[in-house]
């Protein structure tokens, strides 16, 4: 039987189906939004109201912050369809940093974590676009490779000066938030650097023919992710006070749960939403939180995660986009 | 009348709303090959795939050797004697050739043990190719390690295996080089020698008219009309599938080959892995056609020519606004206002699985750009007009690329350069695979492209095309410019061809 007889025929069935196309994407987009819902009522109830509390609250913005940074950096390295797994370990290792160049003043150690940030990025990208090799295992390389740099500089017990404790504030936070997604925002929807990103995850040939500089995009992209995961570090600094030799582990995994329960396409291209993040944030946050709240072990929480993060993606990759070329 | 094979009787097929097949009556005689053309959208693939048990119609019946015939599916059908071949890959990757071509027979192979011997496989898929004349391929190699097209003929082999009566070849031969063709077209004479019948499906006039007895028209999920070859006009068969008169001239009517003098666009010494040594120049409003067989060194020459291949020797120069600059890549010929039309139309030259909108906006954002911002309203306006000029069949420009026809693709990658106010056009293979109307429309963008004083580089690998509408035809043999040939009348395929092979 010939598979790709099959194909033209299931595309012609799918090209006259009874909603258009159009509907079809309109509903799609519509998912995240039920997601969040239907995450916030659920834990809502079986927390018995415990979910919605004005502290409850507090705490999950805490945990929706980095993860809504992180996803807001890496979206343009996932619209051109790679993925970061270099993130935890960028922000271990900036937080390091910032710790370490705090005798320099409030900011000179917030421009230490983000140039950490900024020249691990510039190493994967750089590998990834002149070396050829995939974005996935170099960033999972520099994964190992920081991990162990935190390990190290973070057994020496790195401290955040007492005096700047003031910045874990919520409005501070929330000043952060706006400005950063709406910088990201304005570069992701409106500039050559968002639509080029899309293009290359579309098509990167194409992209090529139309003239995208390849090289450069992508190695923006990881520069660009990496700079958002050092201002990360920064805060994680902020908020736990100190550095551990396991501060951002598993964060790109946080992140990436959070762009994909928010929508996100893992082959990135011209569905990829920067809306994604914002949502996807607000989901993961509520997610995290109703398993703490429910008492779940860590372990097991992490397993929970695993199996959403599963089948959110198989959900969003029944597309055409497993049928034709990439 | 002579013996008919298979009858087709009221034969109708629909998906939801649209009606791809109507109602259609034909015959199919022994020992003939049948040609089986019209634009895409026409019916005749749905049509061929309900004889070849790929679907199954929705009214009707197929009355194949006297009997009504109802394959469960394609294998069913290949085991009653009609096979099917297609234009995309059939072949499996990960396996041998010789286990692709016994794929779903390997029972065949199969001693007392239940083992299959590999070794009895081969033996016969060497057999096979023998017969067919392809002995140059081991069977023992893996698919992977042939060539796209070796991999087609691969798949013709693993059709003929059951000895069918009936051949469909649907668009096969548009992937294929010249050597690959005149491989198929042997295989289709040796099935008509020994009685047997071929479909042929094809958007090449030249090639259905060469190697057919009939050819039947079908237009919009009708049958229209069946032709004898030996009797017909091109412009006849044209009409039947457009249904109109086409007015006008297909190719230029002009003998002239006017152009400007200054050069536009030009290489020197141009040295890559399939070309050597090669140096020309493209005049100001000129069409400068480029012929020659699949793996001369043409194809790559329109890539080092827009900067897309980087040459080992020798510079590619554009000049724009009266200033010589080098080309390097394709973001810089784009600058200089050059645009390239890919023949790997679905890979190279759009994103599928993008919107028009951004296809065609995509070269000229940078020209859009203000301070970094890029107006969506701008961005829009830009893509309609490009949209609209081009006449494309769209739902509207947010529509994904991959929903449109090939011809209404390939709209949309002119367009894009059109938007760019480009300059200078490259284009490869423009109109392979696309249907007469669009076809036409492609012409006459060119001769109108060409009066308003662009310059075009058409490589192609249809020979009257590029005889019809060049000023100049560059041929090219092993990577060298092997002739050149000044627009004129009457110049013969045959005069050109010499030079190519």
Redesign the interface.
Known sequence: ??Y???T??VK??H????IS??ERRTLQSLFPFIGLLFIIIFFQVTTGGRMLTSRNLRTIFNQAFPVLLGTCGVSFVLAQGNLDFSLGSIVGTAACFGSLCAGGGLFFSLAASLLAGLLIGFLNGSIHAFFNVSGTVVTLCTQFAFRGVTIILGSAGLFLPLAWSWLDSVQLKILAAVFVFALVF?LFE???FG??S??IG??S?????????LKKMKLLAYMFSGIMAGLCGFFALVRAGSVAPTTGTFFEMNVLLALVLGGMPISG???AKLRSALIGSAMFAFLANGLIIWGINDSIQQGVKGVILLIAVALSFER??AI??K | MDDIILKVEGLSKSFSSTTAVADVYMNFYKGKIHGLIGENGSGKSTLSNMIAGVISPDAGKIIFKGEVYKPADSAEAANTGISMITQEMGTIGGMTIAENIFLGREFLFTGKSGLVSTRKMNREAAAIFRKTGISYIDPRKPVTSLSFEDRKIVEIARSLYTNPSLLIIDETTTALSQSGRSILYSIMEQMKKNGRTVIFISHDLEEVREHCDFISVMRDGHYIDTLEVRNCTDSQIRELMVGRKIDGSWYRTDESAACGNSIVLSCSHVTTALLDDVSCGLHQGEILGVAGLTDSGMHDFGKVLFGLTKPQTGTVVAAYKGESKEVKNPGNAIKLKIGYVSKNRDEEALMLLSSIKENVALPSLDMLARHTFISPAKEKKLAQSGADVMQIKMRDIDQYVMYLSGGNKQKVVLAKWLSNESQVLILDCPTRGIDIGVKESIYQLMKKLKNEGKSIVLISEELPEVIGMSDRILVFKDGKINAEFKRKKNLAQTDVVKYMI
């Open positions: 039987m010939n790709y007889g099959i033209k025929v012609g069935i090209l006259s189906g009874n196309e159009r304005f409106y500039t050559k639509k080029y899309r293009a579309a098509g040939k194409a992209a090529v023919q139309s003239g995208i500089p291209g011209s569905a055409e986009n034709t070329i």
